[in-house]
Structures are given as structure tokens and as C-alpha cells.
């Protein structure tokens, strides 16, 4: 019989299986009662008893999963006689599927690195893992840590995404290759810690006031929301001392001058917990 088996998962084994049955003396027995079995899926379809030369042979169609599989041979009465067992190794098909393992929807910090990686898997149309499969992946800001990944033993694509410098959703869209499989990954910029002010004058709405706008970004530029802005004035009169900034990252306050003050007045503005 065939010493070495094997075929794509789920497809016919190109030759058939042949068995020749003797007896201890090596004669060939024919018309003897023979019975094939799978015990891993798919199919085998074979001779219920041996030609006149004491063959028989069998078609083997393999089950869906990729490893090694059986079939059984049972030869006249199988209370005397033991089956034989047939091994064949089952390979993946082609690949055919990207899915989505672990990473999607991650956030993080702008211009730095997701916490973990985005996590793919190649398989063949039966679900069986696909190693040397190429997937193509392009970020719409940012940087990958490349643009064609290949696929491990297990199926496995790992894309490590260094997020760009916007506060802003972002988007990596993934591509098997030579197939129509996408996938569009996402993940949230967050804006920085603070690491500028600039503090703007503006004419007040009536005499004698003055309007301050604060700008507060993060290193890239991003609008810091939400920041504790204290500002203080050697002179006249501010109508808070401490306001948080809003959507865009501006904190207003008014200034309303002193008529009895003739001198310089200084007015400062910084980040409340930081240096600026």
C-alpha cells in the first residue's frame, strides 16, 4: 500500500489507496470482506471484498482539518482480526481568510505606540491556519512597523502601530494579498500632556475690560480640553482667578483695569500641576 499519504484538506487523495490480502503464507485471498472507515472526517469510499487477486482499494477524500488523519481497513470478521490504520497528512488550502485576533478599538497617547499589538489571522477557507500568507497594511496616520506582514506557523500576523500626532480617530486598513479579505482596524489618539501656553489680549466688551484667552496645547499642537488655567495680574481686577479650558483648548478670563493705577500692570497666566 501507499508508505506515504497526503493532500489539501478537505480534497481526494490523488491516488487511490491499494491493499493486497494474503494469508501467512503470502496467498492471495480473494472475494474476502473488506470495510473502510474514516475516523477524522471526510469520506473513503472503497471495495466491500478483494478482486480475484486478493486487492482492494479505496478513495480517500480528506476531512477539514489540517494535521494528520486515518482511515481503517477491516478485512473478513473484525472480532479476529485487528483493523489497519492508514495516516495521511491534511495541508491548509490556499489562503482565504483575515480575521481580526486582539487589537482593534486600542487608545493611546498622540505620536506614541498602541499599548499592544494588532493581532491578525490568516486561514484557508476551512479555517485552518495559513503560515507565508502576505498582508498588506497601510495607517492613515502614523507608522506601522511595516507595510507587507507575513504570516507565522500559526496562522499569525502581528503590526505594531505608532499612532500620528492629531487627536483624532485613526485607521489602518489590512488587506490579504491576491484575495478580496479586508479589514479596517481603529484606534483613538488622545491628546498629550501640556506643553504650551500662550496667552492672547483681546478688547473687552466695554470700557476699561479687557478679555485674556489662554491657549493650552499638548507638544504636537493638539488642544488641551479640560486644563486648569490660573492667572493673576500685579493690577486691577480679574473676574476669576482659575478657569478650565474648553473644546478648543482656550481659557477666557477679563481683566478690568484700575482708574487710580498709572504703573505697569503684569498679568500672568500658567498650567495648574505643570511647569508652564
Same mark, same amino acid.
Do not use: C
Given at each position: $500500500?501507499?508508505?506515504?499519504?497526503?493532500?489539501?484538506?478537505?480534497?481526494?487523495?490523488?491516488?487511490?489507496?491499494?491493499?493486497?490480502?494474503?494469508?501467512?503464507?503470502?496467498?492471495?485471498?480473494?472475494?474476502?470482506?473488506?470495510?473502510?472507515?474514516?475516523?477524522?472526517?471526510?469520506?473513503?469510499?472503497?471495495?466491500?471484498?478483494?478482486?480475484?487477486?486478493?486487492?482492494?482499494?479505496?478513495?480517500?477524500?480528506?476531512?477539514?482539518?489540517?494535521?494528520?488523519?486515518?482511515?481503517?481497513?477491516?478485512?473478513?470478521?473484525?472480532? $479476529?482480526?485487528?483493523?489497519?490504520? $492508514?495516516?495521511?497528512?491534511?495541508?491548509?488550502?490556499?489562503?482565504?481568510?483575515?480575521?481580526?485576533?486582539?487589537?482593534?478599538?486600542?487608545?493611546?497617547?498622540?505620536?506614541?505606540?498602541?499599548?499592544?499589538?494588532?493581532?491578525?489571522?490568516?486561514?484557508?477557507?476551512?479555517?485552518?491556519?495559513?503560515?507565508?500568507?502576505?498582508?498588506?497594511?497601510?495607517?492613515?496616520?502614523?507608522?506601522?512597523?511595516?507595510?507587507? $506582514?507575513?504570516?507565522?506557523?500559526?496562522?499569525?500576523?502581528?503590526?505594531?502601530?505608532?499612532?500620528?500626532?492629531?487627536?483624532?480617530?485613526?485607521?489602518?486598513?489590512?488587506?490579504?494579498?491576491?484575495?478580496?479579505?479586508?479589514?479596517?482596524?481603529?484606534?483613538?489618539?488622545?491628546?498629550?500632556?501640556?506643553?504650551?501656553?500662550?496667552?492672547?489680549?483681546?478688547?473687552?466688551?466695554?470700557?476699561?475690560?479687557?478679555?485674556?484667552?489662554?491657549?493650552?496645547?499638548?507638544?504636537?499642537?493638539?488642544?488641551?480640553?479640560?486644563?486648569?488655567?490660573?492667572?493673576?495680574?500685579?493690577?486691577?481686577?480679574?473676574?476669576?482667578?482659575?478657569?478650565?479650558?474648553?473644546?478648543?483648548?482656550?481659557?477666557?478670563?477679563?481683566?478690568?483695569?484700575?482708574?487710580?493705577?498709572?504703573?505697569?500692570?503684569?498679568?500672568?497666566?500658567?498650567?495648574?500641576?505643570?511647569?508652564?
Amino acid at each position: $500500500f501507499n508508505a506515504e499519504l497526503g493532500g489539501e484538506v478537505g480534497r481526494e487523495i490523488g491516488e487511490p489507496i491499494r491493499v493486497r490480502v494474503t494469508d501467512t503464507l503470502g496467498v492471495a485471498l480473494a472475494h474476502v470482506r473488506t470495510a473502510w472507515a474514516t475516523t477524522d472526517g471526510g469520506s473513503v469510499s472503497g471495495g466491500a471484498r478483494t478482486d480475484s487477486a486478493g486487492w482492494t482499494e479505496a478513495r480517500w477524500t480528506l476531512g477539514p482539518r489540517a494535521g494528520m488523519q486515518r482511515t481503517t481497513l477491516s478485512v473478513g470478521n473484525p472480532r $479476529f482480526i485487528s483493523a489497519t490504520t $492508514f495516516r495521511a497528512t491534511a495541508t491548509p488550502g490556499a489562503a482565504r481568510r483575515l480575521r481580526l485576533v486582539a487589537g482593534d478599538a486600542q487608545r493611546a497617547t498622540v505620536g506614541s505606540a498602541l499599548p499592544k499589538p494588532i493581532s491578525l489571522r490568516v486561514t484557508d477557507s476551512l479555517g485552518n491556519a495559513v503560515s507565508g500568507a502576505s498582508v498588506r497594511a497601510m495607517s492613515s496616520a502614523g507608522a506601522l512597523s511595516d507595510s507587507i $506582514f507575513s504570516s507565522g506557523a500559526d496562522g499569525s500576523v502581528h503590526m505594531k502601530w505608532t499612532l500620528g500626532e492629531r487627536a483624532t480617530a485613526q485607521r489602518v486598513d489590512a488587506q490579504l494579498v491576491g484575495t478580496e479579505e479586508r479589514l479596517a482596524l481603529t484606534a483613538t489618539a488622545r491628546v498629550g500632556a501640556p506643553a504650551a501656553i500662550e496667552l492672547v489680549v483681546q478688547r473687552g466688551s466695554s470700557r476699561g475690560t479687557t478679555r485674556l484667552v489662554a491657549r493650552v496645547q499638548d507638544a504636537h499642537g493638539n488642544a488641551v480640553v479640560g486644563g486648569a488655567v490660573a492667572v493673576a495680574a500685579s493690577g486691577g481686577k480679574l473676574n476669576v482667578m482659575r478657569v478650565r479650558t474648553d473644546s478648543a483648548g482656550r481659557a477666557q478670563v477679563t481683566w478690568i483695569s484700575s482708574a487710580a493705577s498709572r504703573t505697569a500692570v503684569r498679568i500672568t497666566a500658567t498650567v495648574v500641576g505643570t511647569k508652564l
